[in-house]
């Protein structure tokens, strides 16, 4: 019933800029928090960046001050700036969700499919 589809990803050098979107699609009563994970080649998957629906935002610390994340609730959509990036940073990026359908139901976890970061010089 929901579809989060993620786009922005590519090839990048060191010291560039990237710009990820995710936009959610389908029957949607509101939308919680949203999410950025990433997984690099043979790692876990871990959080790289989250925000509220009021927009407070968190950051893992190997991304403060370099990612920003954001949102526009109008368009269902979360972003994630990636700027002065690192080899490091490599890795499909994976937006996610908590997603109601109607007033006072559960809370649904939606995943993307994921977009491909490729940080090399």
């Known amino acids: 019933q929901v579809q989060l589809v993620e786009s922005g990803g590519g090839l990048v050098q060191p010291g560039g800029s990237l710009g990820l979107s995710c936009t959610a699609s389908g029957r949607i009563f509101s939308i919680n928090d949203m999410y950025w994970y990433r997984q690099a080649p043979g790692k876990q998957r871990e959080l790289v960046a989250a925000?509220?629906?009021?927009?407070?935002?968190n950051y893992a610390a190997s991304v403060k001050g370099r990612f920003t994340i954001s949102r526009d609730n109008a368009k269902n959509t979360v972003y994630l700036q990636m700027n002065s990036l690192k080899p490091e940073d490599t890795a499909v990026y994976y937006c996610?969700?908590?997603?109601?359908?109607?007033?006072?139901?559960?809370?649904?976890?939606?995943w993307g499919q994921g977009t491909r970061v490729t940080v090399s010089s």
């Open positions: 996610n969700a908590h997603v109601r359908l109607y007033q006072g139901s559960y809370e649904y976890n939606y």
């Open positions: 925000i509220t629906s009021g927009g407070s935002t």
